[in-house]
T-cell receptor, first 114, second 114 residues
Framework: QKEVEQNSGPLSVPEGAIASLNCTYS??????FFWYRQYSGKSPELIMS??SNGDKEDGRFTAQLNKASQYVSLLIRDSQPSDSATYLC??????????????WGLGTSLAVNP | GAVVSQHPSWVICKSGTSVKIECRSL??????MFWYRQFPKQSLMLMAT?????????EQGVEKDKFLINHASLTLSTLTVTSAHPEDSSFYIC??????????FGPGTRLLVL
């Protein structure tokens, strides 16, 4: 059973702090990794994608990938109340065909307190 | 950009009727589209993967005769919930895969079956 695991939270951080979200995956052959943000009652929106080991930065967001340890993390610097949402980690599963199905974590709820 | 639209955004119907939901990729061609369902405070559940011009691949436990999927073009996929019942009430979300990697989500359709 291929799995993606996240701490459900809630993770509570004060405004302006760094929020650190973690995700581990079980399938070693996974090659594409994604972080989505989902506000309550809304659909997911893509925050970051990462494909190779190391860090990838985009504004206040940094994704970190370590394939040897099979984890991917998301750092949010200078957290804002508007960052309060559920963050979903998704990992690409490589099927035999052309369907790029993602394996989803259950999400981590983040609350940024003013 | 990568914009995905869904229509309608919400629908209320009587038990026993059928409901069609459209998913369109507005500014890119999507060879693969995905249909998800999400119940309140639960995680995304993949229902099926749809490739343009071929039959959809349904996840285990999803009735293909109840949830009809058509992917007639590179920019349009439809999900028809046939003979809807109250237990089908949910948030239905589509995503479209750009360049075979990243999934971009539509805004979702809320279905309420009375």
């Amino acid at each position: 059973q291929k799995e993606v695991e996240q701490n459900s939270g809630p993770l509570s951080v004060p405004e302006g702090a760094i929020a650190s979200l973690n995700c581990t995956y079980s399938d070693r052959v996974s090659q594409s990794f994604f972080w989505y943000r989902q506000y309550s009652g809304k659909s997911p929106e893509l925050i970051m994608s990462i494909y190779s080991n190391g860090d990838k930065e985009d504004g206040r967001f940094t994704a970190q990938l370590n394939k040897a340890s099979q984890y991917v993390s998301l750092l949010i610097r200078d957290s804002q109340p508007s960052d309060s949402a559920t963050y979903l980690c998704a990992v690409n599963q490589l099927p035999a065909g052309n369907n790029r199905k993602l394996i989803w974590g259950l999400g981590t709820s983040l609350a940024v307190n003013p | 950009g990568a914009v995905v639209s869904q229509h309608p955004s919400w629908v209320i119907c009587k038990s026993g009727t059928s409901v069609k939901i459209e998913c369109r990729s507005l500014d890119f061609q999507a060879t693969t589209m995905f249909w998800y369902r999400q119940f309140p405070k639960q995680s995304l559940m993949l229902m099926a993967t749809s490739n343009e011009g071929s039959k959809a691949t349904y996840e285990q436990g999803v009735e293909k005769d109840k949830f009809l999927i058509n992917h007639a073009s590179l920019t349009l996929s439809t999900l028809t919930v046939t003979s809807a019942h109250p237990e089908d009430s949910s948030f239905y979300i589509c995503s479209a895969s750009k360049e075979g990697k990243t999934q971009y989500f539509g805004p979702g359709t809320r279905l309420l079956v009375l």
